[in-house]
C-alpha cells in the first residue's frame, strides 16, 4: 500500500540587512515625493501594512540607487544562493540528515532568473550528490511555497524511502523600483521582503505531519491581478485588482470545491494556515473563513517580522505552528499569479 509523504522538517532563513518600517517610509518619502502627487495618500500603507521590519538582501540605499536589470539580477543569484543553503542546512540538521542524502531538491523561485538553476549553483557548497534529481518551479509567486510543498509530496510518495529537499526563497526587495511612479510599486516597497524556507519529506514513518492531500483552483480571466511585468530595469510588480476583497468574496467557494474533491469540508479543518498577503489580505481571509477576529495570529506575527516574502511565507507561518503544537488536520493556504489558490491538507503526527 503506498505511504503518503510526510513533512520532517522545515528550516527557514533571512538576509543580512534588517529593513525598519520606519526607515522605509523615510527611505520612500525622500525617493518618492516630490515626483509622485499621490505618494502621501498612498504612503499611509507603510503605517496600516501590520509590519515592523522586514530583510533584505541589499542594504537599504542600494534601493535607492537606479539600476538596471543586470545588477538586480546578480543581487538576487548571490542572495538567494546564499538564502538556499542556510534554509536547507536547517532544515537537513534538523531532520537528522545531510544533503548527500537528499534524492530530489525541488527549488522554487520567482523573483530572479538562473540558468543554471540556485540548486545546481550550491550543489558542492551543499554537498548534494552527483545523480541527485533537480526540479526548478519558476512562476508561482505567493502561491509558490504551498504549490511546491504539493510538488516535493507527491514526488517523495511517488518514490518511497526517498528523501526530497524542497527550496522556497524569494528576493522581492529587488523589485523596488525608484523608476515607478505608480501605486502597485508604493505598495511593494511597503510589504516586500526576502527570505527563504526549506522542507524535507519522505514517504515514511515518523516525520511531524503527514501531507494529506493537495489541490489547486485558478479563477478565469484575472492574470491581471498579480504578476511581474519586465523591462530594462527588471520586475515590476503588477497589482491590478484590490486583493483583499476578491480573496473575501470568492476563496471561500474555492476552498470548498478543492476540500470536496478529496472527501473533505471546510468543517473538517482546525486550522487554516494561510499566506499573510498584507493586513488587510488576512482580515478578508478571516472574513471569508468565518474565523474569529485574530484567529490567524501566527500570520500578523510573520507578517510583522518578516513582511511577505512571497513563496516562502506561508511556510514560516507553518513553523510557527509546528512549534506551537499542530492541531490534527491544517489546511495551508496561499494564493498567487493566475490568479490562482494553492492548498496543501496536514495531517499531524500521533
Known amino acids: 500500500m503506498a505511504h503518503s509523504a510526510e513533512l520532517w522538517s522545515i528550516g527557514t532563513a533571512v538576509p543580512p540587512y534588517v529593513i525598519d518600517q520606519r526607515e522605509a517610509a523615510l527611505a520612500s518619502h525622500d525617493a518618492f515625493s516630490s ?46 544562493s546564499a538564502l538556499f543553503v542556510s534554509a536547507a542546512s536547517n532544515a537537513l540538521t534538523l531532520a537528522g540528515i545531510t544533503a548527500a542524502d537528499v534524492d530530489t531538491v525541488v527549488t522554487v523561485s520567482s523573483t530572479g532568473i538562473a540558468t543554471p538553476s540556485l540548486e545546481a549553483r550550491v550543489k558542492q557548497q551543499m554537498g548534494f550528490r552527483d545523480n541527485v534529481e533537480r526540479v526548478p518551479v519558476f512562476g508561482l509567486g505567493c502561491a509558490g511555497g504551498v504549490s511546491g510543498l504539493s510538488i516535493a509530496s507527491r514526488l517523495a510518495a511517488s518514490r518511497p524511502g526517498t528523501v526530497v529537499l524542497l527550496i522556497a526563497v524569494e528576493t522581492c526587495t529587488l ?25 524535507v519529506l519522505s514517504a515514511t514513518d515518523g516525520g511531524l505531519a503527514q501531507v494529506e492531500m493537495s489541490g489547486q483552483h485558478t479563477w478565469p480571466d484575472t492574470l491581471d491581478i498579480m504578476g511581474w511585468s ?4 527588471g520586475f515590476g510588480v503588477i497589482f491590478d485588482r484590490a486583493i483583499p476583497p476578491f480573496a ?37 481571509l478571516e472574513t471569508a473563513l468565518s474565523l474569529g477576529q485574530g484567529t490567524l495570529n501566527h500570520e500578523r ?8 516574502m512571497s513563496a516562502p511565507t506561508a511556510l514560516f507561518v507553518l513553523d510557527r505552528l509546528i512549534s506551537d503544537g499542530l492541531p490534527p488536520r491544517t489546511l495551508l493556504t496561499a494564493m498567487g499569479p493566475g490568479f490562482t489558490l494553492s492548498c496543501v491538507s496536514l495531517k499531524a503526527a500521533a
Open 248 to 284: 473575501e468574496a470568492n476563496i471561500r467557494p474555492a476552498l470548498i470545491s478543492i476540500l470536496e474533491r478529496a472527501g473533505l469540508s471546510l468543517d473538517d479543518i482546525d486550522r487554516f494556515a494561510c499566506h499573510p498577503g498584507g493586513a488587510k489580505v488576512i482580515d478578508a
Open 175 to 199: 523589485a523596488f523600483r525608484m523608476d515607478k511612479l505608480t501605486k502597485a510599486n508604493i505598495v511593494a516597497t511597503a510589504l516586500f521582503g526576502d527570505g527563504a524556507a526549506a522542507c
Open 230 to 233: 519586465v523591462d530594462p530595469e
Open 35 to 80: 515626483r509622485f502627487a499621490d505618494f502621501e495618500r498612498l504612503a499611509k500603507v507603510f503605517e496600516t501594512s501590520g509590519i515592523r521590519r522586514r530583510y533584505g538582501v541589499r542594504p537599504i540605499d542600494w534601493y535607492l540607487r537606479t539600476t538596471g536589470w543586470v545588477e538586480r539580477n546578480n543581487a538576487y543569484i548571490e542572495g538567494a
Open 301 to 308: 506575527a510573520v507578517l510583522s517580522d518578516y513582511g511577505n
